[in-house]
């Protein structure tokens, strides 16, 4: 299908979201299948229903920013934070600054919390949670959640710290107070600065090779000395010691002084 060029340039104007910095293959797929869904045969004329209606334009923001989540996703990755990351930060320092940079509907900042109750210094650390889309916002504030994201959460946690109301679970007020939510788009916006420990998680995999070569510049400059990034299963960085980091564990990257 034509247009996509133009169709990017117009929803930058529209909505401030730079569609050329995500990867454009897997990105023309999934709109192209959306104008079809909308009866509609090219990009002109679904920019124009999208600029004429709340709707479609909600639509088509929840469609192209994949929300999907859950508590503890890869276990075995929380296992290394919980045993050996976060133990070794606190040894450090007495409050940690913890961001979760694209945490959908709040299970990924919200994991942490949970981790950091069980360890009994959920008072120890401010844990800041953005993303990019207002409703996933809206979402985790709320803190409801069906069964099928709650799987991964170990028995005693899932008993203490949500009230179950037939198949939904509702996160409690001790654990959602110690998470602040707020808009931010990572390819344009200004980031927290002093994190101890950035979580960005399976949506680098959406971006370009020079969009995450910016991203990856822009969380070294986040972070304190000896700061760390934990990524996805799948979003290794392959070099590095390029922006200052060195693998501690898969999955765990240490800010290093560049010299
Ligand atoms: C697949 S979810 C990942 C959620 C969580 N980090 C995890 O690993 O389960 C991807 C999230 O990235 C967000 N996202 C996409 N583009 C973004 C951008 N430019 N800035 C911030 N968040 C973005 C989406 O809204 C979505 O909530």
Known sequence: ?????????????LCKIDLSEYKEKQMKRRIESLIKRNGLSDYNSYFNLLKNS????????DYITINVSEFFRNPTQWIVLENEILPTLISKKKKLKIWSSACASGEEPYSVALLLAKMGILTNADVIATDIDTRALEDARAGVYPIKSVVNIPAQLLD??????????ILKEEIK????????????????RDCDLIICRNVMI??????????????YDAMLDEGILFVGSTEQIITPQKYGFVGIKSFFYKKVKLH
């Open 160 to 169: 203490r710290y949500f009230i179950r109301k037939d198949d939904i679970f």
């Open 54 to 61: 709340d709707n479609h334009l909600k639509e088509f923001l």
């Open 177 to 192: 107070k110690r998470v602040s939510f707020s808009v931010l788009n990572l390819l344009n916006d200004k980031f927290p």
């Open 206 to 219: 959406y971006f370009t090779e020079e969009a995450k070569d910016k991203l990856y510049k822009k969380f």
């Open 1 to 13: 299908m034509d247009g996509y060029k133009d169709f990017t340039g117009q929803i930058k104007d």
